[in-house]
């Protein structure tokens, strides 16, 4: 039996820019492990997903890039795979509506958080390329990551390193993080932390670890401020 009606399936190949023949595959990349509803969740997948999508943004970034060498192409990977990135590129296709996850954490937002929306990128480019082939899945990455790839320097340092480079660029002192919360099952946990920089209202961010936590407060931080889109 189906696991999405007719229109629903329309909807979510509109937002892909890819159809499943497989719709099993779309399933489990899309299932949060909150739920009982299915058997499987996105984690396996999630595994060969970034092995993938690092295969993919390795390749543009070595035929795009000619003139750079190995230390910087790394350096613009490592900022274009990580979390965040994922999570941003799912930003781009509505993810946060489209991921199965149990019903109390959705009225916690969960659905929203940055962790859950990278895995299940990950997760989905895996399904796409079991599917479709190195291809699609690579059509896939390039469609929802364009953003990113026009601009891939820019984003090369993480939220932390640019956010404190900032503050000490003008003479304030380290920004300073510091654990708002920390919430949910030992094998889900949510930890809200808080960043301040001296004069500027502290930001709050959301992850599953303490260190992408600090991540996202940052990256909130300078997207408040106007510092970095």
């Known amino acids: 039996m189906s696991s999405f009606t007719p229109a629903r399936l329309d909807e979510i190949a509109e937002r892909l820019g890819y159809r499943f023949s497989n719709e099993a595959l779309l399933t489990e990349a899309l299932t949060h492990g909150s739920t009982q509803k299915h058997k499987g969740d996105y984690q396996r997948l999630e595994f060969l997903g970034d092995r993938v999508l690092g295969l993919v943004i390795a390749e543009h970034l070595f035929l795009n890039h000619p003139k750079d060498g190995e230390g910087q192409l790394t350096h613009v990977l490592s900022s274009l795979v990580r979390s965040e990135a994922c999570a941003e590129a799912g930003a781009m296709i509505g993810l946060p509506e ?17 962790t ?23 059509a896939f990455v390039l469609r929802c990551w364009d953003v990113q790839l026009k601009a891939p320097k820019a984003a090369a340092k993480d939220p932390k390193t640019f956010l404190q480079e900032w503050a000490l660029a003008r003479a304030l002192p380290i920004p300073n ?34 260190r992408a936590a600090e991540m996202d407060a940052a990256e909130q931080f300078l997207k408040r401020e106007g510092i970095r889109p």
């Open 98 to 114: 489209l991921v199965i996850i149990g019903s109390g954490e959705r009225a916690k937002g969960m659905n929203q958080n940055r």
């Open 116 to 138: 859950v929306l990278g895995d299940a990128m990950e997760a989905l480019v895996a399904a796409i390329y079991l599917d479709g082939g190195l291809e699609q899945a690579r």
């Open 177 to 210: 993080y510091t654990v708002v919360s920390r919430e949910g099952p030992e094998h889900e946990p949510v930890f809200v932390v808080a960043v301040e920089v001296r004069d500027k209202p502290a930001q709050q961010g959301t992850a599953k670890s303490k």
